[in-house]
């Protein structure tokens, strides 16, 4: 079994964030803390966490600021952003929220088993996301002329689709070689 899932968790109050640290910890995760945005965005650019979950209402700035901060951030890795709320459950927050890039709400103070589900969803996304990023550094390439698929089937010469990309190879064979070449 690989490294315990790092997991930032954000809340203003004291009791509410050590209670949740616990829970958390319980479940296997290696959490991270911060008390407020600036000192969130500090942690989260210092320890990388896959999963952040964080208060909504909090001083500097709010959970949904971190959130949009994070997802500007520049990582290759995705971050599952969790949002807890106790107050802001109408829909035009829940919808400001998803606009604002979070994946999923928790309301306060989240109960063992709540959390427990959503963290399995979490870690499903975060393992079905690392499958897609594996996929695209995948290349289609003819085995026999070296031009790339593209996404719209076509064809292109390998130097124009490489330009500027770290990709690595599978092999296959374009339809127009496959005419030109006699079968094996």
């Known amino acids: 079994m690989g490294a315990p899932v790092?997991?930032?968790?954000?809340?203003?109050?004291?009791s509410s964030r050590r209670a949740a640290s616990a829970m958390l910890s319980f479940l296997g995760y290696e959490v991270f803390q911060a008390c407020d945005g600036t000192s969130a965005w500090r942690e989260f650019l210092r320890c990388g966490p896959r999963i952040v979950i964080s208060d909504?209402?909090?001083?500097?700035?709010?959970?949904?600021?971190?959130?949009?901060?994070?997802?500007?951030?520049?990582?290759?890795?995705?971050?599952?952003?969790?949002?807890?709320?106790?107050?802001?459950?109408?829909?035009?927050?829940?919808?400001?929220?998803?606009?604002a890039g979070v994946d999923d709400f928790l309301t306060k103070p989240p109960?063992?088993?709540t959390l427990r589900v959503r963290l399995r969803v979490a870690d499903r996304i975060l393992g079905l996301t690392e499958k897609v990023r594996e996929l695209d550094?995948?290349?289609?390439?003819?085995?026999y002329c070296?031009?790339?698929?593209?996404?719209?089937?076509?064809?292109?010469?390998?130097?124009?689709?490489?330009e500027g990309r770290k990709i690595e190879?599978?092999?296959?064979?374009?339809p127009a070689c496959q005419k030109s070449r006699p079968s094996a």
């Open 146 to 162: 070296r031009q790339v698929r593209r996404t719209d089937g076509l064809y292109e010469p390998i130097e124009a689709y490489l």
């Open 111 to 113: 109960d063992r088993d």
């Open 56 to 99: 909504w209402v909090m001083p500097d700035y709010d959970g949904l600021e971190l959130c949009r901060k994070i997802r500007e951030a520049p990582r290759t890795e995705y971050t599952y952003f969790m949002i807890l709320t106790g107050e802001k459950t109408s829909k035009q927050n829940l919808l400001a929220a998803m606009d």
């Open 137 to 143: 550094r995948v290349l289609p390439i003819c085995s």
């Open 6 to 14: 790092k997991i930032l968790l954000v809340d203003d109050d004291d």
């Open 169 to 174: 190879f599978s092999h296959g064979v374009c």
